[in-house]
């Protein structure tokens, strides 16, 4: 059977959106119902790298707020599909914006995220995810 | 035909050694292990860098040619992807001698590489590096809107 991977990359895409923008506005389920059994996971504020569903979830549902974003940007999505098609990560840059205290639009934050999708059956679940800050330094360094 | 529980170790053994290579001030081996289509960010980055050429200039721009005298791995893990793409994920922490002479820690980072195994070499087909401490940098409060 063909890939076809352009079709692949455009669910992913929409996938990713459709869990962000739920996020966005105080319900986090998009992205915890589509973590793998072996999802492993970054963000900023943790120390270490989480593995499993289970822990991921906990580690999420203990530091998520509605963060009452009313404007997304997806900048420069990028997908890697396997060649069996079973396989694709996601690369991008987000930018969320919020509304200050005068209902003026001002940037939350600037992201970066990148996400494993595996095929489970008929469902693209994620196997890992990293989200950083982008941009966080700007002095060159070594390692 | 599916990656062996050796050939996956032979992935985790080249990248200790082109890390080590960096960490010591030679930038060259993680240049020749990009895939022509590679994507990558780091904490220098605004944007998505993606392509060979745009990810070596952007190594050509960042490294410095200092050095850090020791680099450790933890929690590493190794992931089969596909048959021919694997998952590397771990924090990883650099060390350099302090004015005295002393070990102080560096940096420390959150690291999610995927490599592809194509006529015998391993490539980096993305990858993600970011520091650890940057929420600290940011003052932000304790919750993870994005």
């Known amino acids: 059977m063909s890939v076809n991977k352009e079709e692949i990359s455009k669910t992913i895409i929409e996938l990713e959106k459709s869990f962000n923008e739920r996020w966005s506005v105080g319900d986090n389920t ?6 793998a059994d072996e999802v492993s996971y970054f963000d900023p504020i943790l120390e ?17 707020k509605n963060p009452h ?24 840059n987000l930018h969320t914006f919020v509304l200050d ?3 003026e639009e001002r940037q939350l934050r600037a992201w970066n995220a990148c996400h494993g999708y595996r095929l489970i059956g008929d469902q693209w679940r994620i196997v890992h995810s990293h989200w950083a800050f982008s941009q966080t330094v700007t002095e060159r360094v070594a390692s | 035909m599916a990656l062996t529980r050796e050939e996956i170790q032979t992935l985790v053994d080249f990248e200790q050694q082109i890390q080590w ?27 998505l860098v993606v392509g060979r050429e745009a990810v070596r200039g952007h190594f050509q721009r ?23 793409e694997v998952l590397l994920v771990f924090n990883f922490t650099t060390y350099r001698p ?3 002479g ?15 195994k194509a006529d015998g070499q391993w490539l980096l087909t993305h990858g993600h590096l970011s520091l650890r401490d940057a929420w600290d940098r940011y003052n932000l409060g304790r919750s993870i809107g994005k």
């Not at chain 1, 989480?50 to 999420?60: E, H, K, L, M, P």
């Not at chain 2, 960042?62 to 021919?84: I, V």
Request: proline letters at 3%; hydrophobic letters at 35%; a negative charge.
């Open chain 1, 30 to 35: 998009g992205y915890l119902d589509a973590f």
């Open chain 1, 48 to 64: 270490r790298l989480v593995v499993g569903r289970d822990n991921v979830i906990a580690w999420i549902n203990s530091i998520y």
């Open chain 1, 69 to 92: 974003i009313v404007r997304s940007d997806y900048l420069n999505p990028q997908v890697h599909v396997s060649d069996e098609g079973t396989f694709a990560v996601l690369a991008y």
């Open chain 1, 101 to 103: 205290e005068d209902g």
């Open chain 2, 21 to 47: 290579r960096w960490t010591s001030g030679d930038p060259t081996g993680y240049m020749d292990a990009l895939a022509e289509d590679v994507t990558y960010f780091d904490p220098f980055t605004e944007y």
């Open chain 2, 62 to 84: 960042l490294h410095s040619g200092a050095s850090s005298a020791r680099q450790e791995y933890q929690n590493e893990t190794a992931r089969p992807l596909s048959d021919d």
């Open chain 2, 98 to 100: 302090d004015d005295n």
């Open chain 2, 102 to 116: 002393a070990e102080k820690q560096f940096l420390t980072w959150n690291m999610s590489l995927i490599f592809r």
